[in-house]
């Protein structure tokens, strides 16, 4: 798959997150959570995101289906997992790793 390359860097510093700045007030003065992602360059090595977000957290809000929250955690390199979705760990593996990462 040939990957689109393109840097869009100074066009979104310039002109648009000003306005998702703007939003971001805007969102924060009336209580509504928000979460923007942008994809500012792409190369064939690397892709750069900015991220942007107004948490639930901030106006002590629980969401029943906060998905603000999941789209900041996969922002932040974790990865979806389906719903029942199974996953099988082997307690040798959780062992080992601890073993390996304490200090004497």
Do not use: W
């Not at 190369?43 to 639930?56: I, P």
């Not at 106006?59 to 922002?75: E, S, T």
């Not at 760990?89 to 200090?103: G, T």
């Amino acid at each position: 798959m040939k990957i689109t390359e393109f840097d869009k860097t100074k066009e979104f510093e310039n002109k648009i997150e000003p306005m998702i700045r703007e939003l971001i007030k805007m969102c924060k003065f009336y209580e509504v959570p928000l979460f923007v992602s942008a994809c500012t360059k792409s190369e064939k090595e690397k892709t750069s995101y900015r991220n942007f977000h107004v948490s639930t957290a901030i106006n002590n809000q629980n969401l029943k289906d906060d998905q603000i929250r999941k789209h900041i955690l996969i922002a932040n390199g974790f990865d979806a997992i389906q719903p029942g979705t199974c996953m099988e760990i082997m307690p040798d593996d959780l062992f080992s790793d601890m073993a390996d990462s304490q200090e004497v």
